[in-house]
């Protein structure tokens, strides 16, 4: 194999493998990126057995062939060459080298055997749709931070993307919790995704995904099973296995007789909790909203660390309400409001809380009070 | 050389018997009477407490320890001459003492004896730290213009005391840190007064196996062994850095270790880090129902123990040990903090069921630690378990009942499997 690409095109491509490459590894071969070179194509193919990755980049390729070499180290080889430089990657199976070349840098590389690179079988997709690459922006950023890290219940380790009914019409939904809070965004159902199996995308394939959201004029080509799902560009490919799991029915969670509204401005209210947390204690993190008549304080009260008080001007017109959050999650569904005014809905301070954008019903989120 | 007789506690500078009573019962040492730090710890004393309450026991092999399928928790010192170690499985300790005594321990009586030695030892000091009901640090730095009498003179008094009025003995280390204290009381036992001078350190620990330091179990010692570090003098030559780099936050004690230095204060108040209960079945199981009702008795009891205390735990620990003697042990941080029965025992049967079918098992345990104290812990229920302020509710209204008609009063089904 020998071919001859420029250098930001391979950085590109090496970026996205080595990302999907796992930092520790036991089998060695899944630290390296599978390199396959034919056509006028080159392409790097790296897997964790979970994910699998394979970008597609333009070369001029003087001999066909195959091998593969550490993606973290050609990663960091590429990184540091000149911008614009023309790199040639030439393999030399017999001694189980890959050189590295540009200008007059000079590399050489230890390979493995693409034999025994492990490629991810190929599965049929029920069902196969495409959709822009804004509206799965929004859908995966607005939910991931609910997405749970606890292990023993795996099966909320990821975002749950489904058909779902919501006002008389269908809609592609991400659901994500962690049992504190939730976050529960919907988009218009793209052609022919309605019989799409739900499928909970684990955390990891998340983060690979949102690379290739970048964009705005992208169509991501989504292809689910009851086991994988696969997004594409043109030029990648990202396959994962979905999480094996049944994600929890979400819709009792989500209040509905909530009626004390509370308006305000979501990036003084997110403002003024981060001030008033900065004195709560490092574990609980617990801020009191006092809801009055047009009026909400925020306080905290660390007996170890001291005190802080803020008011806000808002809008709300029902009785008086003391209810107790966690800081961090105030902060993080405030900073899913860009447009319009935060709208909360409370009911008792024990019972759970509804936040959305103004009136949009598109993009809900629930937090779960504490006791202060 | 200052020396001092530990028969009449007379002190005196010359002679390997005391000038005074003739007792040979000599303890002499150039630091004797300069050092401070002790380690008390009681000889066999269990075994002591059944032999003193049970003369006819005084002569015979006697272990205390629990069931057929239990361990050695004391052996008495005859035993002990048979090759009878305490951790030891029953059976085999039978087999090297076949006429053994074997009582199962009586925990109220050892309590009740243990606090008359701490009301002996805080006539000393109020700087106690102690490590069980049979041993303890005591600080005397500074002490002995108030007694009238350095350090070693109160502690041979001490282990006098404990022998004439409770009739069980003791063994004393002194140095200068609760390291080496606590090596040395056990040079020398039973009855042993031993001392390790500044002046001596190095020199005593150059040849010693590093398996000497509290804490360094087997599993530390084989990474010690391969980084080929086995005696104190294998430390000697590595870098701080390097043992910080290749054993993380323990490097850097054994690091100081080494070198004989131990900063940490004998603290009388040693905050509970940790709140557990296991059990050994008397037979090895896999049986799902049975398992999942000991899970709930251990949970039960470690909540019992946590609401007493006003404490709580943030991370659940599940403990099992296999018939083959392998331990299993699986872990959780909580978000929130508990010391609800019915969330330890959610959180470690979901360990239990992770585990997946390892069994048979021969002992099962369950934990908190990380603890808070309960103001602080479940305050943030779970929005996907809406049944849980019910479950809680009702865990209090049976605390409530059960406090004021016993523990039995009231219990679940389950405790029942």
Not at chain 1, 10 to 15: D, F, G, I, N
Not at chain 2, 77 to 103: E, H, N, T
Not at chain 2, 303 to 312: G, T
Not at chain 2, 359 to 372: A, E, K, N, Q, T
Request: include cysteine.
């Amino acid at each position: 194999m020998k071919f001859s690409i420029e250098r930001g095109a391979l950085l590109k491509a090496v970026a996205q493998a080595q990302s999907v490459v796992e930092r520790r590894n036991t089998i060695p071969i899944l630290a390296n990126v599978l390199i396959e070179a034919e056509g006028a194509d080159v392409h790097f193919r790296a897997t964790d057995l979970d994910i699998e990755v394979v970008d597609r980049a333009p070369a001029q390729v003087e001999r066909a062939g195959a091998t593969t070499v550490s993606a973290v180290t050609l990663h960091e080889i590429v990184r540091k060459l000149p911008d614009g430089a023309l790199v040639t990657l030439t393999d030399d199976s017999a001694a189980g080298r890959l050189s590295v070349a540009a200008g007059r840098s000079h590399f050489n590389l230890a390979t493995l055997p693409k034999e025994d690179f492990p490629v991810m079988a190929s599965s049929e997709y029920s069902s196969n749709f495409s959709a822009p690459a804004p509206v799965l922006r929004r859908l995966f950023d607005k939910s991931k931070f609910a997405i749970s890290t606890e292990e023993t219940r795996y099966y909320l380790n990821g975002v749950y993307m489904h058909v779902a009914e919501s006002d008389g019409g269908r809609v592609l939904r991400c659901v994500a919790t962690d049992g504190h809070r939730l976050a529960r965004i919907d988009a218009d159902l793209p052609e022919g995704a309605g019989e799409m199996p739900g499928v909970i995308i684990p955390r990891k394939t998340v983060g690979e995904l949102r690379k290739l959201l970048d964009n705005d004029d992208t169509q991501i080509a989504v292809s689910v099973s009851e086991t994988k799902v696969r997004f594409a560009t043109p030029d990648i490919t990202l396959t994962s296995k979905v999480i094996d799991g049944t994600f929890p029915d979400y819709t009792r969670v989500i209040p509905q007789g909530n009626t004390r509204r509370l308006e305000v401005d979501a990036s003084e209210f997110a403002h003024a909790v981060d001030r008033v947390a900065t004195v709560s204690s490092e574990r609980s993190r617990a801020v009191k909203l006092t809801l009055e008549e047009d009026k909400l304080t925020l306080s905290v009260n660390a007996p170890d660390s001291g005190a802080a008080e803020e008011e806000l001007a808002v809008a709300y017109g029902d009785e008086r309400l003391e209810i107790g959050f966690n800081a961090k999650y105030l902060l993080e569904i405030a900073s899913q409001v860009d447009r319009e005014n935060a709208v909360f809905l409370f009911n008792s301070s024990g019972d759970p809380t509804l936040m959305r954008e103004g009136n949009d019903t598109s993009a809900v989120y629930v937090v779960m009070p504490m006791r202060v | 050389m200052p020396a001092l007789c530990r028969s009449c506690l007379h002190s005196f500078d010359q002679g390997p018997r005391c000038p005074a009573c003739h007792s040979p019962h000599v303890r002499a040492h150039p630091e004797l009477f300069t050092l401070s730090i002790a380690h008390m710890d009681c000889d066999a004393f269990y075994a002591s407490v059944e032999k003193r309450d049970n003369p006819d026991l005084a002569s015979k092999p006697v272990i205390i320890g629990g069931g057929r399928r239990g361990v050695v928790s004391t052996a008495c010192y005859i035993a002990r001459i048979r090759g009878v170690k305490s951790a030891m499985p029953m059976f085999q300790a039978l087999k090297l003492c076949p006429d053994a005594v074997v009582l199962p321990p009586r925990m109220k009586l050892y309590a009740q004896v243990s606090r008359e030695i701490r009301k002996m030892m805080e006539d000393l000091t109020p700087a106690i730290e102690p490590l069980s009901l049979d041993e303890a640090f005591l600080d005397l730095t500074g002490t002995a213009r108030l007694h009238g009498h350095p350090p070693a003179v109160m502690l041979a008094r001490l282990v006098r005391r404990m022998k004439d009025e409770l009739g069980v003995t003791g063994s004393i280390g002194l140095s200068h840190n609760k390291f080496l204290a606590k090596i040395a009381s056990d040079l020398d036992k039973p009855s042993g007064f031993s001392v390790i001078g500044k002046a001596e350190t190095a020199a005593f620990l150059h040849d010693k196996p590093v398996r000497m330091i509290w804490g360094v179990g087997q599993a530390m010692q084989a990474q010690l062994d391969k980084a080929g570090i086995h005696r104190f003098s294998d430390l000697l030559r590595w870098d701080k850095r390097d043992l910080h780099a290749r054993f993380g936050a323990i490097g850097d004690r054994l690091y100081h270790l080494a070198r004989g230095e131990d900063r940490r204060r004998v603290s009388a108040n040693a905050p509970v880090k940790s709140i557990s209960n296991e059990t050994t079945f008397f037979e090895d199981t896999s049986d799902p129902d049975l398992l999942d009702g000991h899970i709930w008795r251990l949970a039960e009891n470690v909540s019992d123990r946590a609401k007493a205390r006003a404490l709580a735990g943030r991370v659940v620990t599940l403990k099992l040990k296999r018939a083959n003697h392998t331990s299993l042990t699986r872990r959780v941080s909580l978000r929130d903090g508990t010391q609800m029965a019915d969330r330890i025992y959610r959180t470690a049967r979901a360990l239990f069921e992770a585990v997946g079918d390892q069994g048979p098992y021969r002992l099962i345990g369950v934990g908190i630690s990380d603890l808070v104290a309960e103001a602080e812990a479940d305050r943030a229920p779970d929005l996907l378990d809406p049944g849980a302020a019910r479950r809680s509710g009702a865990e209090r209204a049976s605390d409530a009942i059960r406090a004021r008609f016993g523990p039995g009063a009231i219990r679940k089904g389950r405790s029942l499997r």
